[in-house]
């Protein structure tokens, strides 16, 4: 498929569309195929869902600018919603969908519980270095803090109420 009939096919649905650039040589792109076809169930019936192969429509993703797989892109009455790289967990996976739904943007997208143990980790490791000598490094101190935040910021009610502004 090229892009023109890509752009096509998406103005020409009632319904939204979630599509997924996959390409089958690529690990996290079959880790992530059992949530996504959880989820595509999930919305069967609101929700149109598109594999496309990375490998047999380069076009389409150069035109898109998709610079790397997995990438899955939410489309609403033919227009780009909401658009995440990497492997996405079925919390995200489940906002993406929803997104297509109503044709807006989430808010905040979830993160796994490893993701967040790593990001907390790091964190502290961070800021025991920062402490660890006799006169505090603040850089460390201050990157670590970062870390640590990212690691808990969609469920920090400060962040959430700054971001809906």
Avoid at 36 to 61: C, H, R
Avoid at 71 to 82: D, I, K, R, S
Avoid at 91 to 117: H, N
Avoid at 136 to 146: D, K, Y
Wanted: neutral net charge; charged residues 20%; aromatic residues 10%.
């Amino acid at each position: 498929m090229n892009y023109e009939q890509f752009l096509q096919q998406i103005k020409e649905k009632d319904r939204p569309v979630v599509v997924d650039f996959w390409a089958p040589w690529c690990g996290p792109c079959r880790a992530m195929e059992p949530a996504f076809e959880t989820i595509g169930q999930k919305y069967a019936e609101q929700v149109d869902v598109w594999k496309v192969n990375a490998d047999e429509s380069p076009e389409v993703l150069s035109k898109l600018g998709i610079m790397g797989i997995p990438t899955v892109v939410a489309f609403a009455g033919g227009n780009e919603v909401v658009r995440r790289t990497g492997r996405q967990n079925l919390a995200a996976l489940d906002a993406i969908f929803q997104a297509a739904q109503t044709g807006s943007k989430p808010g905040v997208f979830p993160i796994s519980t490893g993701d967040r143990l790593l990001r907390g980790a790091v964190g502290l490791a961070l800021i025991i270095l920062g402490f660890s000598r006799s006169d505090v490094m603040v850089l460390p101190v201050i990157l670590g803090a970062v870390v640590m935040f990212s690691a808990v910021y969609d469920r920090c009610p400060i962040y959430r109420a700054v971001k809906e502004k």
